[in-house]
């Protein structure tokens, strides 16, 4: 039997011919980086390789790392082993990994959500042997909505709250999350706010060539009518803080897939719980799966042991990977985040 | 059916109490009356008897997907709620019925309870399908006899006094017969629970009780009582008793006893019951059951074989014997006391029972002290006397409803609690809100001293409340760590942690590994700085029983 191309190492997942790293949680040599959320792109690596869209956000949060970019589909070679990333659906940059060794064919899927939304480059499932896979979302409970049917349920929030001159404050994620809403948002209702937190990012996207539409801090707008008519972005740890105050009268909500369930929202004590997700639905994993053609299935993070077992009832030859993914980071959508504010 | 799945979404998301009011009043001005009855039964806390069995709702699941029920199992334990599982996994249906709230309640819902079992999950399904996803949760928790939204049945009652222009007091008393677990509210119940007041109807004809009015915890230190609530002598101060607090109604020649949770018991008591015959007709005490022997009162947990036990025997009644201590009285000679003073209403009550005393009530004693000082000399010999603390009322107070504060307040001066550090074995999910987090501990106490060698963790007591949200998300991520194996839902941990657990009661029990209940069993203080070695022993605990 001949060797696994990756391995679980305590530093990450390892390809042992190629010698590098994908997404490690502890700092070494070279890594590939699927995504620029901090579970997954973490400082301290000699060498970073990543998605050529994912550059300037990387940058943003890793510091002056010495990072080497390639484009969806380019292949490059590295001690005898082909390596290329293809777009994985979930954020700006977001790619899975897909590594050839002698005529054998892995791919790690990094967070990844199957529905097209419109400003990320779509995911694409990949033939392969072995599908690394995530289930952050792998329960049959998670079923999403068409993106449209949210985009409509959270401008009639907006709608109706701006009516009766009340605020509209939307926590979301701040990479990822914030800009898809952006792209869904109905600017006819009125003007829309972005927290110092999100703007930043805003301004990634748009030089990356994503149209957003146009955002303002909170301190430029002076009109009390007008903010509250206003919709505003904010990251999670801003609720509770005195950020929020300026707003006097709002009614807020947040958005991810997390809010599926009502003990999740009501324990945040958020008016509304928009469900959208930059994950896969059970549903979406399971399809994602079936298109790659694997017969062997590594899960990562998520419900992964309930996922892995599920699989093995459908035939797959699945079992887990311990990672480091998904846990305490403020960015991802990590459960233990969701069920207490901090 | 659709506006009142409307109404839920509505009042499920906003966390305003004003946007609850307005969602409210917008439902009961348009609904019909026969609507608006099991509205306000829902709303207001009735819940009928679970319809059908919880089996029947896993069949459900089975019937209509292809899932394994493991995968079930574990569904439900990542939700933490029946009802919303089962929404969550049912195949997605738009809305499909017509039919309003009480037209889907008595031609679909009801008649479950006639449905062959066998056959009750196909039907259920059917059902199901012609509502969408809220609709199928709302449905599903009206079966399984949980539903709940968040309004408290007194913004219930403030949005229906504002419609029908009466008095909330008035309100507050006509809705207690209709949220009854075994009642069917009707159109004819909402219109009386509405209508306007008159000589014919300002005093209830039946057997409804008056809204209990519930005592504060008092938050001040003696210290600070002279300043904060004045002289002593101003306040009228009894012992808080440790039973079930309860309303005797007697009307028409009838009797009915309720207690604070509104549920009839007068069948549960029948030495209470018999006072039938010596109470007048228009009278209604406020007070205390509690098991009375020897003296004294006995334990709480006494009395909950009282309620416990499905056949009251004579034996039970004779080991058992139950009293009613009343201190207050709220309704005489067919007239409302409530809007009297305090001191008013105690004369009545003291000046009627002493002379026409009744066997198996007692008056609950007044302590006459003149400094706080001294009451708290009273508050220290609880323990002894076998009650919990103090109550404090105003002299001057009126009877307020629940826990308002606008026409006098009573507060509750309790004894502080037995404590005892305890180590962490068990911990198990919790539900609703909490369903991702452990939060249900199990606390066990070593079986012998240090000294010993080969001593064991004792199981003793369970605990749900009392740490911070920060320190709760804390002990789950340790409680992942610490995992050894995993049981259904009972995580089995390498015990590690001390907590300092405080609780009110004590009793020997053939029921308990440790052979010994506590009473409301809470976490104090989370003992960093105690190995599992100093935890305390089952020896520490039974220095604690009565002699």
């Known amino acids: ?342 | 059916m659709r506006a009142f799945v409307e109404l839920y979404m509505q009042l499920d998301s906003t966390t305003s109490i004003l946007a609850k009011e307005r969602a409210l009043r917008i439902y009961f001005s348009t609904a019909s009356p026969a609507d608006s009855a099991w509205a306000t039964y829902f709303l207001a806390g009735g819940n009928p008897k679970r319809l059908v069995k919880t089996s029947i709702l896993r069949k459900l699941v089975n019937l209509s997907t292809t899932l394994p029920s493991w995968l079930f199992e574990e569904s439900y334990e990542s939700v933490g709620d029946l009802a919303e599982t089962i929404a969550l996994l049912l195949p997605l249906t738009p809305m499909g019925t017509t039919d309003s709230l009480h037209e889907w309640m008595k031609n679909s819902l009801l008649p479950l309870r006639v449905i062959p079992s066998e056959h009750q999950a196909e039907y259920l399904l059917s059902l199901l399908q012609k509502l969408d996803s809220t609709g199928k949760f709302v449905c599903l928790k009206i079966i399984t006899g949980s539903f709940r939204v968040g309004v408290s049945r007194l913004t219930v009652i403030k949005a229906l006094a504002d419609l029908a222009e009466i008095d909330e007091k008035i309100v507050a008393q006509r809705i207690v017969g209709l949220v009854g677990i075994n009642h069917i509210p009707t159109a004819n119940d909402f219109l009386t629970l509405i209508q306007p007041i008159d000589a014919t109807n300002n005093i209830n004809q039946t057997g409804l009780p008056f809204p209990f009015f519930l005592a504060h915890t008092i938050p001040y230190d003696v210290s600070e009582m002279p300043e904060q609530l004045g002289l002593s002598q101003d306040w009228i101060t009894e012992w808080k008793w440790d039973g079930i607090r309860a309303q005797i109604v007697k009307r028409g020649g009838e009797i009915w006893i309720w207690s604070r949770g509104e549920e009839l018991i007068t069948e549960r008591f029948p030495e209470i019951a018999n006072m039938r015959e010596h109470l007048p007709d228009g009278a209604v005490l406020d007070g205390e059951l509690v098991v009375w022997s020897n003296d004294k009162p006995q334990s709480f947990a006494m009395l909950q074989q009282r309620i416990g036990r499905l056949k009251l025997t004579s034996k039970l009644l004779k080991e058992v014997p139950v009293i009613f201590i009343a201190y207050d009285i709220l309704e005489w000679q067919g007239l409302d006391l409530r809007q009297e003073t305090l001191l008013k209403r105690k004369d009545l009550l003291n000046g009627f029972i002493n002379a026409n005393p009744i066997p198996g009530l007692k008056i609950s004693p007044i302590l006459f002290a003149d400094s706080w000082q001294k009451l708290s000399e009273y508050r220290g010999e609880s323990r002894q006397r076998g009650v919990e603390g103090l109550i404090l009322k105003h002299k001057f107070s009126q009877y307020g409803i629940g826990r308002t504060k606008e026409v006098g307040i009573w507060w509750k001066w309790k004894i502080d609690p037995f404590t005892i550090d305890a180590v962490l074995i068990y911990a198990q999910r919790g539900h609703g809100r909490r369903a991702s987090l452990y939060t249900d501990f199990t606390f066990a106490l070593w079986d012998k001293p240090k000294s010993e060698p080969d001593r064991k963790l004792l199981p003793f007591a369970k605990a749900y409340s009392g740490l911070t949200d920060a320190e709760l998300r804390e002990a789950d991520q340790l409680i992942r760590k610490s995992t050894l194996e995993r049981f259904g839902p009972v995580t089995t941990l390498e015990p590690t942690q001390v907590f300092e657990i405080g609780f009110e009661g004590i009793a020997r029990s053939k029921r308990h590994k440790s052979g010994i209940s506590v009473r409301f069993p809470r976490i104090l203080r989370w003992r960093k700085d105690k190995s599992i070695y100093e935890a305390n022993t089952l020896m520490d605990l039974q220095s604690f029983l009565p002699h």
């Open chain 1, 1 to 342: 039997m001949r060797a696994d191309i990756i391995e679980l190492r305590p530093e990450g997942l390892y390809c042992t011919a190629g010698d590098f790293y994908i997404d490690p949680w502890q700092p070494v040599p070279m890594a590939i980086i699927t995504h620029a959320h901090s579970d997954h792109a973490r400082r301290g690596c000699e060498k970073y390789l990543s998605n050529t869209l994912a550059k300037n956000v990387l940058y943003k949060r890793l510091g002056n790392i010495t990072l080497q970019t390639i484009d969806y589909g380019e292949i490059i070679r590295h001690r005898g082993v082909r390596v290329s990333l293809y777009p994985a659906g979930h954020i700006l940059g977001s790619a899975q990994v897909k590594i050839e060794y002698r005529g054998e064919t892995w791919v790690v899927s990094g967070d990844y959500k199957v529905e097209n939304d419109n400003i990320h480059q779509s995911f694409e499932p990949i033939q392969c042997d072995t599908f690394i896979t995530e289930s952050t979302f792998g329960l049959p409970i998670y079923r999403w909505q068409p993106q449209s049917v949210i985009q409509a349920q959270i401008n009639n929030w907006w709608k109706d709250n701006a009516s009766q001159n009340r605020t509209s404050i939307l926590f979301c994620y701040a990479l990822g999350k914030a800009q898809r809403l952006l792209s869904l948002l109905d600017c006819s209702i009125g003007p829309i706010v972005a927290h110092g937190a999100i703007e930043p990012i805003n301004q990634i996207y748009r030089e990356t060539g994503v149209a957003l539409p146009q955002t303002y801090m909170v301190t430029q707008i002076t009109d009390k009518v007008a903010l509250e008519k206003a919709l505003v972005l904010a990251p999670p740890s801003a609720s509770r803080t005195t950020w929020l105050k300026r707003f006097g009268h709002f009614s807020d909500a947040f958005a991810s897939g997390w809010m599926q369930i009502r003990g999740r929202r009501r324990i945040k004590s958020i008016d509304r719980g928009f469900v959208l997700s930059d994950h896969a639905d059970w549903a979406g994993l399971l399809s994602a799966i079936r298109e790659t053609n694997a017969d062997r299935i590594i899960v990562t993070h998520g419900y992964s042991e309930i996922f892995a077992r599920y699989l093995n009832e459908q035939g797959f030859d699945a079992q887990t990977f311990s990672t480091k993914f998904g846990e305490n980071h403020e960015n991802d959508d990590s459960p233990l985040d969701h069920s207490i504010e901090t």
